[in-house]
């Protein structure tokens, strides 16, 4: 699963932004890959590369508003064991209790200056405006191992080893595993797909802009859940 990244750049390429592609192309060579680790999230970048090259635009991505960017969580069986390949702030659940998250502390701060600004001035429409520059100051934390506020992206420029988490987990002690994006702000105690969908649906209700009890950078987040079941 890949989840790109919303495009600060504003660029289209034949009507798809570059977290659109980008998220597409991770999935699909992910697949054909056999790789895992750091050395398929090295292989994932390299193939970003390619694609910057044959769109023409590897020297606009020394500013990091161009480049695309996706994370990503590969699940694969090898052997008699499961191994999860992460990189970013999407996450996963084994057997329904045991949730990894991304690390999202530049995020979270984002999202908490947005609640802030709408609490003092009601004005929801122009709080992505507000943390624009909040968000675009995350490129400086984007693949760098020595920010305290550092986050890995595969974004074909190298994500460095620190960012890379990779599980492993005996394949007889696997039931099931959920991994989700970060449209999704409430996990359900239930693995079943509705129950995932009434847990979105109660957000919508309680929060529906997204500045109160589930604070985002964002009113709106498109949303992936995928149940594997063994």
Same mark, same amino acid.
Request: aromatic fraction near 10%.
């Given at each position: 699963?890949?989840?790109?990244?919303?495009?600060?750049?504003?660029?289209?390429?034949?009507?798809?932004?570059?977290?659109?592609?980008?998220?597409?192309?991770?999935?699909?060579?992910?697949?054909?890959?056999?790789?895992?680790?750091?050395?398929?999230?090295?292989?994932?970048?390299?193939?970003?590369?390619?694609?910057?090259?044959?769109?023409?635009?590897?020297?606009?991505?020394?500013? $990091?508003?161009?480049?695309?960017?996706?994370?990503?969580?590969?699940?694969?069986?090898?052997?008699?064991?499961?191994?999860?390949?992460?990189?970013?702030?999407?996450?996963?659940?084994?057997?329904?209790?045991?949730?990894?998250?991304?690390?999202?502390?530049?995020?979270?701060?984002?999202?908490?200056?947005?609640?802030?600004?709408?609490?003092?001035?009601?004005?929801?429409?122009?709080?992505?405006?507000?943390?624009?520059?909040?968000?675009?100051?995350?490129?400086?934390?984007?693949?760098? $191992?020595?920010?305290?506020?550092?986050?890995?992206?595969?974004?074909?420029?190298?994500? $460095?080893?620190?960012?890379?988490?990779?599980?492993?987990?005996?394949?007889?002690?696997?039931?099931?595993?959920?991994?989700?994006?970060?449209?999704?702000?409430?996990? $359900?105690?239930?693995?079943?797909?509705?129950?995932?969908?009434?847990?979105?649906?109660?957000?919508?209700?309680?929060?529906?802009?997204?500045?109160?009890?589930?604070?985002?950078?964002?009113?709106?987040?498109?949303?992936?859940?995928?149940?594997?079941?063994?």
């Amino acid at each position: 699963m890949a989840d790109g990244v919303t495009d600060k750049s504003g660029r289209k390429y034949e009507g798809q932004t570059g977290g659109e592609i980008v998220s597409r192309l991770i999935v699909n060579e992910a697949l054909e890959s056999a790789l895992n680790g750091a050395v398929l999230i090295a292989y994932l970048n390299h193939k970003i590369y390619d694609l910057y090259e044959n769109l023409h635009i590897v020297g606009d991505i020394t500013d $990091p508003r161009y480049r695309f960017a996706a994370t990503c969580i590969a699940v694969r069986i090898v052997g008699n064991q499961v191994t999860i390949t992460h990189v970013g702030d999407s996450g996963f659940r084994i057997n329904g209790h045991e949730v990894y998250w991304g690390d999202g502390q530049a995020y979270d701060e984002c999202a908490e200056a947005r609640a802030k600004y709408i609490a003092e001035t009601g004005d929801v429409a122009g709080s992505r405006e507000h943390i624009m520059p909040l968000l675009l100051k995350q490129y400086d934390y984007q693949n760098n $191992p020595d920010q305290p506020r550092g986050f890995g992206i595969i974004d074909g420029t190298g994500t $460095p080893d620190k960012f890379i988490k990779t599980f492993v987990y005996p394949l007889s002690e696997i039931k099931t595993i959920e991994f989700f994006t970060d449209g999704y702000r409430l996990i $359900p105690e239930g693995t079943e797909l509705a129950e995932w969908e009434n847990a979105y649906q109660q957000v919508e209700r309680e929060d529906p802009d997204k500045w109160r009890t589930y604070k985002a950078t964002k009113s709106r987040d498109d949303r992936t859940i995928a149940i594997i079941k063994f």
